[in-house]
């Protein structure tokens, strides 16, 4: 049995799983199935694994994940993308499944979690499902909508008009099934009548946080910040002071918490006061702030158990 092995690195297909134990350099190759989870999750305790690292692969590796962390094994779903450009800055360009699990093994040796990634949960992954569908289905709404302004044939006209029928009837489904989703998991509804006690967050930005944004409520402030987005980033240089600007983060929390800070901006006394001390800013400026303000009350909210306050 190896002696120092502590981290794997799981380059998850469709079909199969490949995983590296670094630093031992041992290797398993299984069926990304059933069958499959069981035996790489043995595997992981034979091989004495500390941290189980994948990277985020349109789903397939969301059953893996779960398995794993039932079994009382540490997990955590990386960025493709800074997998990537470690790979790149290590010289090494080529890429395959083999050499891809030993990446990812070392991606997650050398870069450590800035937090503790909270245990996958079904009930949170079911809602990302969900999520993933909605938003899917708002992008075709939006291009139908698009397509039929353009349009001048009558007959494309009503079978787009039909498509788009369809299209809103399946969001308000999808808007039911993620209301049952929430509702028949006790944490998780309990958790979004909190944050539905703020004025101006209503239940997208609620759903949309539970499912997209599991680390709320686990982390500080500022960790909560960068993960989302809206924290400004330093942009200096020798003696140039370049404006701070947002990058990064979860582009679709911050999409929807965006809408969120508009209407905040209106009917929360706390954001709306704190739009009024920024006037004369940039109003991009001035909504960032907004957005980066609100998230900082919800990541509260979530942290103490407690509902929104208004203030005297």
Known sequence: MAQFASVAGVDVGKDRL????????????????????????AWCRNEEIRVI??????????????????AGLRTRRLNPLRVRRFAEARGHLAKNDRADAETIAAFAAAVPERHTSPPADPNRERLREHLVLRS??????AAAENQLEQLRDKALQAMLRTRLAGLRRSLAALDRRIAAVVHSAPDLAELATRLRSVPGVGPVLVHTLLGLLPELGRVDRRA??????????????GRRNGARHIRAGRAAVRKVLYMAALVAKR???II???????LGKPPKSIITACMHKLLIILNAIA????EWTRPA
């Open 272 to 278: 709306r006061a704190f739009a009024e001390r920024r």
């Open 224 to 237: 909560i910040a960068a993960l989302v987005g809206v924290a400004p980033f330093d942009d200096d240089s």
């Open 136 to 141: 899917q289905t708002l992008e075709a709404i």
């Open 18 to 41: 490949e995983a590296y134990a670094f630093p031992a350099g041992t290797r398993l190759s299984v069926a990304n199935d059933g069958a499959g989870h069981a035996e790489l999750a």
């Open 267 to 269: 009917c929360n006394p």
């Open 53 to 70: 690292a994948a990277e985020a692969s349109g789903g397939y590796e969301r059953e893996a994940l779960l398995h794993l962390a039932a």
């Open 303 to 306: 942290r103490d158990g407690t």
